[in-house]
């Protein structure tokens, strides 16, 4: 039984895709929207899963929670039982003009903002997305008509100042970040979140795979707190995008 996410190589049915949302609350529903008859696994802080059948394969849907330590303990448990492809699906701030809301953004590659990855390789090594996961989201959210980018994505530890942003406690962002949403604008980047840099970073080290799709829920060149309503429409695009991908993989 692995010690985070309670889990055993017995519970996983034979699985070697992991879908993972970092919001617990999210694990039952994609679940069920891959398939109706989709299993409870386990629950231990913010690791939820979920067990899948499709097409006569287990699909495990496992939570990692915000930011990369969490996602880190989730991803290092869950190799270790077998898991070979890793496809993270959640939410992001654009920060192009263009971007608009609803779409999605697939990473290809991710600023390495984070700490947890460098626990695992230096930051010279690149943080990349699998080429063959990352063309099945691309194909199964062309499939879903839903818009959507590829490019790089900023990673950060912290949503506040490391996304520099001002609407906080001290309005007070540190001199490293100060003026650090404009530099990533200017060198194309796309998009900020939380867990790409680390996911990717260990996939690559441990030669397994790994794939980022992520819904716009604001646009931070026009509004900086996004809606609910939008979260439930990204939530339901991205369980779309997801049950298309699984149905490709098995
Ligand atoms: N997740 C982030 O990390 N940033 C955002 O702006 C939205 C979602």
């Not at 003009?97 to 590659?109: N, V």
């Not at 390789?121 to 691309?138: C, I, K, Q, R």
């Amino acid at each position: 039984m692995k010690y985070h996410i309670k889990l055993t190589t017995e519970m996983l049915k034979g699985a070697t895709l992991a879908i993972l949302p970092g919001d617990p609350g999210r694990v039952e529903k994609t679940a069920k929207y891959i398939d109706p008859g989709a299993t409870f696994l386990a629950s231990n802080r913010e690791y939820t899963s979920w067990l899948a059948q499709i097409n006569n394969s287990s699909v495990l849907v496992c939570s990692t929670g915000i930011g990369g330590p969490s996602l880190s303990i989730a991803v290092e448990e869950l190799a270790s039982l077998g898991i070979k492809n890793f496809i993270r699906i959640g939410t992001t701030g654009a920060i192009q003009s263009h971007i608009e809301i609803p779409s999605m953004i697939i990473t290809t590659g991710a600023v390495r903002l984070d700490g947890a990855s460098k626990h695992y390789a230096p930051v010279e090594y690149p943080a990349v997305a699998d080429l063959d996961l990352s063309n099945a989201l691309v194909s199964a959210t062309k499939e879903n008509n839903i818009p959507y980018y590829t490019g790089i994505t900023a990673s950060s530890d912290t949503f506040y100042p490391g996304q520099e942003r001002y609407d906080t406690f001290s309005k007070y962002v540190i001199k490293e970040f100060q003026g650090s949403l404009e530099q990533w604008q200017k060198l194309n980047v796309l998009n900020f979140e939380m867990e790409s840099s680390t996911l990717f970073t260990i996939a690559n080290a441990f030669g397994l795979k790994a794939a980022c799709i992520s819904a716009v829920i604001v646009n931070r060149t026009k509004n900086e707190t996004p809606d609910d309503s939008i979260l439930a429409q990204s939530e339901e695009n991205l369980a779309k995008v997801i049950k298309v991908v699984v149905n490709y993989i098995h």
